[in-house]
């Protein structure tokens, strides 16, 4: 990571960042008065974990969300981004590459849906969970694939496997036919 006199960037910009997050927070912790001895389980910490990496790597890496990252952020067609402007636009850029920095705030808003709307943050906090177990299975997926392939290469002294139409997986992101 960059220091801040390698950007162009200022102390006040991350400041205010920030300041708005520890804000939302102490704003969440006071509306969460009154609703109750314990507004979030135990149990509750996992799914809303799973869902938060799902929320910040939607909202970092993929496409579909990339008109929430153009004003702020530069992609290049190699998939590098990088932060465009100077100031607070950068600063902002900077937090939506970082899928890790934009966890802590996809979590303090997926948290604050479920203290002020837990029956609609329950919905949200499946489908995301859901969309991070799918995510999970289908690199689990691939990489046993590819260790299998590897494996089957080298039965046959490095010559790639044949494989017929009639047994190939097909492409999940095909339309049925």
């Known amino acids: 990571m960059d220091s801040v006199s390698e950007t162009p960037t200022t102390l006040a910009d991350y400041g205010l960042l920030s300041g708005t997050y520890g804000s939302l927070l102490t704003a969440l912790m006071f509306a969460s008065r009154g609703r109750g001895e314990e507004p979030l389980r135990d149990i509750e910490i996992l799914p809303i974990g799973v869902a938060t990496f799902a929320l910040s790597k939607l909202l970092t890496k993929e496409k579909i969300e990339t008109w929430v990252r153009e004003p702020f952020?530069?992609?290049?067609p190699?998939?590098?981004r990088t932060p465009k402007g100077k100031g607070l636009r950068y600063a902002v850029g900077e937090l939506l590459t970082c899928s890790r920095c934009m966890g802590a705030w996809s979590g303090l808003g997926i948290t604050a849906l479920r203290v002020m709307r837990p029956r609609e943050a329950r919905i949200l906090t499946t489908v995301l969970a859901?969309?991070?177990?799918?995510?999970f299975m289908q690199t689990g997926f691939s990489l046993a694939a590819s260790h299998t392939n590897l494996a089957e290469q080298a039965e046959d002294g490095g010559n790639p496997p044949v494989v017929s139409s009639a047994t190939a997986m097909p492409d999940s992101s095909a339309a049925p036919a």
Do not use: R
């Not at 952020?73 to 290049?76: N, S, Y």
């Not at 859901?130 to 995510?135: C, G, K, T, Y």
């Open 78 to 80: 190699d998939g590098e």
């Open 73 to 76: 952020v530069e992609e290049q």
């Open 130 to 135: 859901a969309s991070a177990v799918n995510d």
